[in-house]
C-alpha cells in the first residue's frame, strides 16, 4: 500500500530502519504472519544511520573483552548477562538463516585486551580469574609474556621498546559483524514477508486516541507530502531520535529523560599489508574521564567482503542526534522537566566534558599517537580520518531529580504496552534479538503462550531463562 493516507488499522508501525525495527519486524512476521506491518524510515535507505556498517565498530558484544562492563574485577554478572543475550542473538540468526539464505555479515574474529602498567595488569588478571569461573568464558586464555601476545597479535609488540607491565587476554569465540548487511537482509526478508516498507517516510507526530489506536503522521521526503498512519501498537526504534518522538507521543516514562549526544571518528587502514597481520579486536583500557564508549580498540573488520582494520573512537560532539540529522535536533528534546536534569548531569560530569574538550582539540598527531600505543609500528600514510555514527547518551534523573548519565541500552515501555521505544547505545545491536523478546513480554503478555514454542524455535536458550 503506497498512499499515503488510508483508513486501514495497522497492527504494527516500525519507525527507523535500523537493526532494532528489522529485529522486531522479523520476529513478528514470524508469530503473526497475517498481522499487517509497515516500517517508516527518513532516509532514502535501510541502514543509514548507526547500523551502517562504518557507523559502529562492528563488535559482536558477548563480554570477552570490553573492560567497560566490568569496572569491578571480581563481578563479572553484567559481562555473563551479555554473553548469555549475545548466544540468543545468534541462535536467532542461525534459525533465520537454516530457512533463508543469508549474507556473509558475521566473522570470527577473536576478542582480546591488551592493558599496560602495574594496576591494569593485575585488573585483567583478576577479571580473568572472575570470569574463567563461568562456563561462558571458560576458554579464555591470559598471559603477561610479551612473546605469546605477539603470537596472539603481532602488531601489538613490534617496535615496542619499554620494558613496563603488559597483559593481554584473549577469547576465540568472539565475533566482527556487518550490521548493515544484517539489517538490509532483515528488512528484506519482512519486506517479502508482506511488511510495507517506505523510505524517505519521516514521523513527525505521535497521537494516542480515545479508542486505543496511534495516529502516526509525518512528510513523505520524496514527494513533500503530509501522511497519516492508524496503528494498534508502535515501535520507536529511531535512534537519536526515540527521545523526541516518545515525547511527542507523551509517554509518561519518558518524563525527566535527556539525551547528550557523542559522535566518533576512526583511524582506518586497507592496507592489505598491514590488514593480514592483525586478525583479532583488541580492547584496551578507557582514558580518565573518558566514557565507557570510548574504550579504545584496535579491530579486524571485514565489510563487503573485505578486510580493514580500524582504531578508534575519537569522540567528536555535535547538536545534531543523527549523523544525517538536524543542528537543531538537541535543543528539540529540551523540555522544562529535563533541563535541571541536563545540568546536573553536566555538573556531575566534569571530568568527561573535559575529556571531550581535549578530543575535540585533539591533532591528527595526537589521534595517530593513541595508535601507536596500540601498534607501535603505524605509518601514518596507512591510516585515514573516518567519520563514525552519532549517538545520543541518555540521561535520566534519579530519585532526587538530578541527571545521571547511562552508557547502557534502555527499553521504555508505555504503561499500557501500545507503544515502545528504544534508548541508548553499545550493547545494543548485538543482543537486539533478546531485547525484543523482553518487548514482547511486556507489550503483548496475552500472546505469550501462543508464541512460545514459535519462540523456541527461533532461540532455544530461552526456555532456560535467558533473558
Known amino acids: 500500500m503506497s498512499d499515503n493516507t488510508s483508513d486501514t488499522i495497522h497492527d504494527v508501525v516500525l519507525i527507523g530502519g ?6 522486531l519486524g522479523a520476529m513478528m512476521s514470524r508469530l503473526e504472519p497475517d498481522a499487517s506491518i509497515v516500517l517508516l524510515e527518513r532516509l532514502d535507505q535501510i541502514a543509514g544511520e548507526s547500523s551502517g556498517a562504518w557507523n559502529n565498530a562492528g563488535t559482536g558484544h558477548s563480554g570477552y573483552a ?39 555479515f558475521l566473522t570470527p574474529a577473536p576478542h582480546m585486551n591488551v592493558v599496560f602498567g602495574e594496576r591494569d595488569v593485575e585488573y585483567l588478571r583478576t577479571r580473568v580469574t572472575t570470569l574463567r569461573s563461568s ?3 571458560s576458554e579464555m586464555e591470559y598471559t603477561e609474556d610479551s612473546e605469546i601476545i605477539r ?10 621498546t619499554h620494558t613496563g607491565a603488559i597483559a593481554a587476554s584473549r577469547h576465540h569465540s568472539g565475533t566482527d559483524i556487518d550490521f548493515g548487511a544484517l539489517t538490509t537482509w532483515l528488512v528484506d526478508d519482512i519486506a517479502a514477508r508482506g511488511t510495507d516498507v517506505r523510505l524517505h517516510h519521516e514521523v513527525t507526530g ?46 509518561d516514562e519518558v518524563r525527566g529523560y535527556a539525551v547528550f549526544p557523542v559522535g566518533a571518528q576512526f583511524l582506518r587502514t586497507d592496507n592489505p599489508v598491514v590488514v593480514a597481520r592483525h586478525d583479532a579486536k583488541v580492547y584496551g583500557q578507557a582514558d580518565v574521564g573518558a566514557p565507557p564508549m570510548s574504550v579504545p580498540h584496535l579491530d579486524r573488520r571485514m565489510v563487503n567482503g573485505t578486510p580493514s582494520l580500524m582504531f578508534g573512537p575519537y569522540a567528536t560532539f555535535s547538536t545534531r542526534l543523527l549523523r544525517h540529522g538536524r543542528m537543531s535536533d538537541l535543543f528539540r528534546t529540551i523540555r522544562l522537566r529535563n533541563a535541571a536534569v541536563m545540568v546536573t548531569a553536566g555538573l556531575r560530569n566534569l571530568t568527561l566534558l573535559r575529556y571531550l574538550a581535549g578530543q575535540l582539540t585533539s591533532s591528527k598527531k595526537r589521534k595517530f599517537a593513541q595508535l601507536r600505543r596500540f601498534y607501535p609500528g603505524a605509518d601514518p600514510t596507512d591510516w585515514s580520518l573516518v567519520q563514525a555514527g552519532q549517538r545520543a547518551q541518555l540521561i535520566k534523573p534519579d530519585e532526587h531529580g538530578r541527571g545521571v548519565l547511562m552508557f547502557g541500552t534502555e527499553l521504555v515501555t508505555s504503561a499500557g504496552g501500545t507503544i515502545a521505544g528504544l534508548l541508548g547505545a553499545s550493547p545494543g545491536a548485538s543482543i537486539a534479538p533478546a531485547i525484543m523478546v523482553e518487548l514482547l513480554e511486556r507489550c503483548f503478555p496475552d500472546r505469550q503462550d501462543s508464541w512460545a514454542s514459535a519462540l523456541h524455535d527461533l532461540m532455544s536458550d530461552l526456555s532456560h531463562d535467558a533473558v
Do not use: C
Open 18 to 23: 535500523g537493526i532494532m525495527s528489522a529485529t
Open 66 to 104: 570490553e573492560l567497560n562492563y566490568m569496572p569491578d574485577a571480581t563481578d563479572g554478572t553484567t559481562a555473563q548477562d551479555i554473553a548469555r543475550r549475545f548466544r540468543l542473538s545468534r541462535q536467532f540468526w542461525a534459525s533465520l538463516a537454516a530457512t533463508d539464505p543469508m549474507p556473509e
Open 135 to 137: 562456563p561462558v568464558f
Open 151 to 160: 603470537e596472539w597479535a603481532p602488531l601489538l609488540v613490534e617496535g615496542r
Open 206 to 251: 505521535l497521537n494516542h486516541r480515545e479508542d486505543g489506536l496511534w495516529v502516526i503522521t509525518g512528510r513523505d521526503r520524496s514527494s513533500g507530502k503530509r501522511f497519516h498512519l492508524r496503528s494498534r501498537f508502535v515501535f520507536v526504534g529511531a535512534g537519536g531520535y526515540a527521545l523526541t518522538l516518545l515525547q511527542k507521543a507523551h509517554v
